[in-house]
């Protein structure tokens, strides 16, 4: 499974960004997908997951501003991300695994490259 993360950019404070992550490969027993963010300094940190299944979960600090979805193929993974706080500013991952439902990053089997976000302020 290869992962493609892109989308990022620099916005203001309160702008928005939407990051796509387009899956290649034998992505259709993947059990989850999901979006992680790395800040300067900080370690990589899970933000936001889907299951095959649709359901979704995500950080306190993003609910009510970021969502995550997939087109109906299944092959694509995205990250619509609103009224954006600098605290938001990384770089962002996508990630996959093939049998875990946990959000866990040490659980992730694949990761693509990272797309940079950065927000001002």
């Known amino acids: 499974v290869q992962l493609q993360a892109s989308g990022g950019g620099t916005v203001q404070a309160g702008g928005s960004l939407r990051l796509s992550c387009v899956a290649s490969g034998s992505i259709s027993r993947l059990s989850v997908m999901g979006w992680y963010r790395q800040a300067p300094g900080k370690q990589r940190e899970w933000v936001t997951s889907?299951?095959?299944?649709?359901?979704?979960s995500s950080i306190n600090a993003v609910k009510g501003r970021f969502t995550i979805s997939r087109d109906a193929a299944k092959t694509t993974l995205y990250l619509q991300m609103n009224n954006l706080k600098t605290e938001d500013t990384g770089v962002y991952y996508c990630?996959?695994?093939?049998?875990?439902?946990?959000?866990?990053?040490?659980?992730?089997?694949?990761w693509g490259k990272g797309t940079q976000v950065t927000v001002s302020s």
């Open positions: 990630a996959a695994a093939k049998y875990t439902k946990s959000e866990d990053k040490n659980g992730m089997d694949y």
């Open positions: 889907m299951l095959r299944d649709g359901r979704t």
